[in-house]
């Protein structure tokens, strides 16, 4: 199949690592990393595969300016943030919270890399479009041509930025001489598993696709996977049989964002055992997913793939206002 075009920003193919150390610790399958937080340094994580198609879309509409949004610590943002420096494009980042006089972490990336910033209360955020349109308005009186991207460059277009990287995962697998029983990832708004999805099923791959969500629940992406799938399948006219998507929602605790200790715990053993840094919001939940369904023999096999999709800079506001061994008991 013919791709759209794109933009290459990322540094791929990013390596797939066993965590020997860690499988041992758990006593379960073989668990290896795929390792998407390698895609770049400042612009690191799954968010940069998905920006060279829709930066591409972008350039080929004329845009001089980008618009997207997030939390405060959005790592989408600051990808979109660091790409659209590497491009020569204006950087208009929405972010939901109050303005901060000490940045940190990616909002301190998004500072450095020269985005302009509207901090939009809760209230106002859930009224998205008309924030774009404003932030769009302000950008066309100053002489830009702005461009909207939604949150996490989830859309028909982001999709493609995961199809190719299912089918560089495939080509990984035959090179590890693995067939892992599953691929399991972090599900945030979705476009990391719809691109997955999709690209697994163009290949009648047999993995199976587990998201932990993180915030919102099945029902959620049931519906948003879907509904990008089927815009995409339009788009570009293709027509697929996808497989059922697989989600579990009982590992999000107390919400988006909020880590429990055994969380924190878990990044620790992590870090210690294979020198691997994961993120409280993203990453450290799904990888804590992860360990309860070996752990409950839910999910059981020789190998199964873990996607690391960066995230690390959030970890600094998360965590260095608590002493670790606080944070962690
Ligand atoms: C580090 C990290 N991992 C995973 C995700 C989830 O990806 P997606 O938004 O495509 O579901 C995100 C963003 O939401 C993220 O920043």
Partial sequence: MKLPPKIPLARLPTPLQ???RLSKHLGGPRIWLKRDDLTENIGGGNKLRKLEYVLADAKQHGATAVITSGGIQSNHCRATAFAAAKLGLHCHLILRGKPQTLADGNLLLDQLLGASIDYVNAKDFADLNACYYRAGERLREKGFQPYDIPIGASNDIGIWGYVEAAEEMICDFADAAIDPVALVLAVGSGGTYAGLQA????????SQLIGICVGDNNAFFEHK?????????????VTLNLRPNKFYDQFIGQGYGVASAEIYALIQKVAELEGV??????????MFGLTQLITSKALEGDDIVFLHSGGTFGLFPKMNRQPLSELTQ
């Fill in 18 to 20: 066993p965590l020997d």
């Fill in 199 to 206: 690209g697994f099923s163009m290949k009648a791959h047999q």
């Fill in 225 to 237: 996977v879907n509904q990008d799938l089927s815009a995409w399948q339009t788009r570009y006219d």
């Fill in 277 to 286: 840094i994961l993120d409280p919001v993203y990453t450290g939940k799904a």
